[in-house]
C-alpha cells in the first residue's frame, strides 16, 4: 500500500475491560462538528495539525454507506444531499449505497482516486468534495484545519513524516503497565 515507515513498539497491554460502548466517549464521530473533534485530540495531547496528519489514514480503507446516509439521501428540504460534496459525487455514492438498508454492510472507499495507496490523494479530494465523511470535508471549510490539508495536498514527504511522528505518538497513549492491563491469548475473550 505504500505509506510511510514508523517505528511500531511492542509489549503494549491490553486494558482489562474491554467494551464497544466505552470507545463512544473516546473516538471521533464522522458527524461530530471541527471543534468537537479537535477537543478530542487536544485533550489527549494531541495538536491540529497532528491530527489531521492521523486523519489521513483516511486514504485507505472505507466506511459503510450507513454513516453516510444522511448525507446523501434527503439532506434538506432544498437538497437531496450535503451540498459539501461535489454534485456527482454525491449522485455516485448516492448510487453506491442504494442498498444499505437491505445491506448493512454496504461501504465505499474513503479516496476514491487510489483506494489502495497509501498516499496524499485524500487530502487532495477534499477541496473538490471528494471527502466521504463530513469530518473529512469539514477539514477544508475550518480556518484551523485546512493549512495542513492544503500542506499535505501538494507535499506527500511532509504527510508522511507527520503522519509517521504522530502514530507513533498514538502508538504509545494511555499504555497500560503491571497491573492496569494484561496480555491476552484470545483477542475475542472480553470481560
Same mark, same amino acid.
Not at 485507505?60 to 459525487?89: L, M, V
Not at 461501504?107 to 483506494?115: A, E, K, L, W, Y
Not at 479530494?125 to 484545519?145: I, Q
Given at each position: &500500500? %505504500?505509506?510511510?515507515? +514508523?517505528?511500531?513498539?511492542?509489549?503494549?497491554?491490553? %486494558?482489562?475491560?474491554?467494551?464497544?460502548?466505552?470507545?463512544? +466517549?473516546?473516538?471521533?464521530? =464522522?458527524? &461530530?462538528?471541527?471543534?468537537?473533534?479537535?477537543?478530542?485530540?487536544? !485533550?489527549?495531547?494531541?495538536?491540529?495539525?497532528? &491530527?489531521?496528519?492521523?486523519? %489521513?489514514?483516511?486514504?485507505?480503507?472505507?466506511?459503510?454507506? *450507513?454513516?453516510?446516509?444522511?448525507?446523501? +439521501?434527503?439532506?434538506?428540504?432544498?437538497?437531496? @444531499?450535503? =451540498?459539501? +460534496?461535489?454534485?456527482?459525487?454525491?449522485?455516485?455514492?448516492?448510487?453506491?449505497?442504494?442498498?444499505?438498508?437491505?445491506?448493512?454492510?454496504?461501504?465505499?472507499?474513503?479516496?476514491? &482516486?487510489?483506494?489502495?495507496?497509501?498516499?496524499?490523494? !485524500? !487530502?487532495?479530494?477534499?477541496?473538490?468534495?471528494?471527502?466521504?465523511?463530513?469530518?473529512?470535508?469539514?477539514?477544508?471549510?475550518?480556518?484551523?484545519?485546512?493549512? @495542513?490539508?492544503?500542506?499535505?495536498?501538494?507535499?506527500?514527504?511532509?504527510?508522511?513524516?507527520? @503522519? %509517521?511522528?504522530?502514530?507513533?505518538?498514538?502508538?504509545?497513549?494511555?499504555?497500560?503497565?503491571?497491573?492496569?492491563?494484561?496480555?491476552?491469548?484470545?483477542?475475542? *475473550?472480553?470481560?
Amino acid at each position: &500500500m %505504500g505509506g510511510p515507515f +514508523y517505528a511500531v513498539k511492542l509489549g503494549r497491554r491490553d %486494558g482489562l475491560v474491554s467494551r464497544a460502548s466505552r470507545a463512544q +466517549y473516546i473516538l471521533p464521530k =464522522p458527524t &461530530m462538528s471541527m471543534n468537537q473533534i479537535i477537543k478530542i485530540f487536544t !485533550y489527549r495531547g494531541f495538536s491540529i495539525q497532528e &491530527m489531521v496528519a492521523l486523519t %489521513g489514514a483516511h486514504t485507505i480503507g472505507f466506511s459503510h454507506c *450507513s454513516e453516510i446516509s444522511s448525507d446523501i +439521501y434527503n439532506y434538506s428540504r432544498t437538497s437531496a @444531499f450535503d =451540498p459539501s +460534496y461535489n454534485p456527482r459525487y454525491a449522485q455516485g455514492l448516492r448510487n453506491a449505497c442504494a442498498d444499505y438498508r437491505k445491506n448493512p454492510s454496504l461501504s465505499v472507499f474513503n479516496d476514491i &482516486m487510489t483506494p489502495r495507496d497509501f498516499d496524499n490523494s !485524500y !487530502y487532495k479530494n477534499l477541496p473538490k468534495g471528494l471527502g466521504v465523511l463530513r469530518s473529512d470535508r469539514a477539514l477544508t471549510m475550518d480556518a484551523r484545519t485546512r493549512p @495542513f490539508v492544503e500542506l499535505y495536498a501538494r507535499d506527500q514527504k511532509a504527510f508522511f513524516e507527520a @503522519f %509517521g511522528r504522530a502514530i507513533e505518538k498514538l502508538s504509545l497513549y494511555g499504555v497500560k503497565s503491571g497491573r492496569r492491563g494484561e496480555i491476552r491469548r484470545r483477542c475475542d *475473550s472480553f470481560n
